[in-house]
């Protein structure tokens, strides 16, 4: 059975920074796509980011790029996403997912395996 499980989050203030890291097991990892997608209370779940299997090419959600870093360690099977300068509005639940695909896809149907998430909140 093929498991992601995410860890790293909590409470930050604002203007301060949370490593995510998303592990996967029971599958090869360097098949997958990866993708972290955010849901707020009252929210839809959003694209935040994500990688293509090399980690040869990433994309972000327009308000995350240039404070969010997505990356993967194939030999450790995890992914990560190091966030810095948070704010209050990067506050919700965040998920790892994998998708079996060679290109990157921004919607949350294109890929096809979910962590259970991790708590983000951002104090002001």
């Known amino acids: 059975q093929v498991q992601l499980v995410e860890s790293g989050g909590g409470l930050v203030q604002a203007g301060g920074s949370l490593r995510l890291s998303c592990a996967l097991s029971?599958?090869?990892?360097?098949?997958?796509?990866m993708g972290w997608f955010r849901q707020a209370p009252g929210k839809e779940r959003e694209f935040v980011a994500a990688?293509?299997?090399?980690?040869?090419?990433?994309d972000y959600l327009d308000s995350v790029k240039g404070r969010f870093t997505i990356s993967r360690d194939n030999a450790k099977n995890r992914v990560y996403l190091q966030m810095n300068s948070l704010n209050a509005e990067d506050t919700a639940v965040y998920y790892c997912?994998?998708?079996?695909?060679?290109?990157?896809?921004?919607?949350?149907?294109?890929?096809?395996?979910w962590g259970q998430g991790t708590q983000v909140t951002v104090s002001s």
């Open positions: 990688i293509t299997r090399s980690g040869s090419s990433t």
């Open positions: 029971g599958s090869t990892f360097s098949n997958y796509v």
């Open positions: 997912a994998a998708a079996g695909s060679s290109y990157i896809s921004k919607y949350y149907q294109g890929y096809h395996i």
